[in-house]
């Protein structure tokens, strides 16, 4: 249980196209997704937090008008990074949480990435 | 500020040797501390959650415990595919027990 799916699982594009990465909950219903950017032998560093239908909360330094998130529904969010350039050529995961458990602990589960090139 | 340290940042085993990964934290009100493991290449996948000081998980030969300022994750007779990094990784109050604050992870080499 607890499955996440991301697609595509790699994209190269030219610089200025704009790319669009889903990110979906398989088997259950996700009440928060997360969306995350990891550089070569780094952690996670956490871009934006997104609950159906309201707008995400990004992260300070991240910028709203580049990384787009809509969330959808309760199993789908998708991040489209615009214009696309590249320094944001980078590995993008995504998780999503569901309320569980007597202590209610949000356990995130995340997608296998995607890894975007931008030439 | 909430923090969390991982140590060691790399670690190699002989296939056998059993050894502990360390993640210290300093958080304002913990609501739960998590284990991931991820592969080159791979998003982290879930291995325990530890709410409170004392408690213990077991998977296969992965054992998670925590205390009030640490947890430690205990590998017994680890074999070549435990070889991965471990992310540690905090729920706090102070950022409204939703998001996770990461550890820098521990790479660890297990040789056959």
């Known amino acids: 249980g607890a499955v996440v799916s991301q697609h595509p699982s790699r994209v190269i594009c030219k610089s200025g196209t704009s790319v669009k990465i889903e990110c979906r909950s398989l088997d259950f219903q996700a009440t928060t997704m997360f969306w995350y950017r990891q550089f070569p032998k780094k952690s996670l560093m956490l871009m934006a937090t997104?609950?159906?239908?309201?707008?995400?909360?990004?992260e300070q330094g991240v910028e709203k008008d580049k990384f787009l998130i809509n969330h959808a529904s309760l199993t789908l969010s998708t991040l489209t990074v615009t214009s696309a350039q590249p320094e944001d050529s980078s590995f993008y995961i995504c998780s999503a949480s569901f309320l569980a458990g007597v202590l209610g602990t949000d356990t995130q589960y995340f997608g296998p990435g995607t890894r975007l090139t931008v030439l | 500020e909430d923090q969390v340290t991982q140590s060691p940042e790399a670690l190699r085993l002989q296939e056998g040797e059993s050894s502990s990964l360390n993640c210290s934290y300093t958080v304002s009100g913990l609501r739960g501390l998590f284990w991931y493991r991820q592969d080159p290449g791979k998003g982290p996948e879930f291995l325990f959650t530890?709410?409170?000081a004392g408690e213990e998980k077991e998977k296969e030969r992965l054992k998670a415990t925590l205390t009030k300022k640490e947890s430690f994750l205990h590998i017994t007779a680890p074999k070549p595919e435990d070889s991965a990094t471990y992310l540690c990784?905090?729920?706090?109050?102070?950022?409204?027990?939703?998001?996770?604050?990461f550890g820098t992870g521990t790479r660890l080499l297990v040789s056959p």
């Open positions: 997104s609950n159906e239908g309201s707008k995400a909360t990004y």
């Open positions: 990784a905090v729920q706090a109050r102070s950022t409204g027990f939703q998001k996770l604050v």
């Open positions: 530890l709410y409170s």
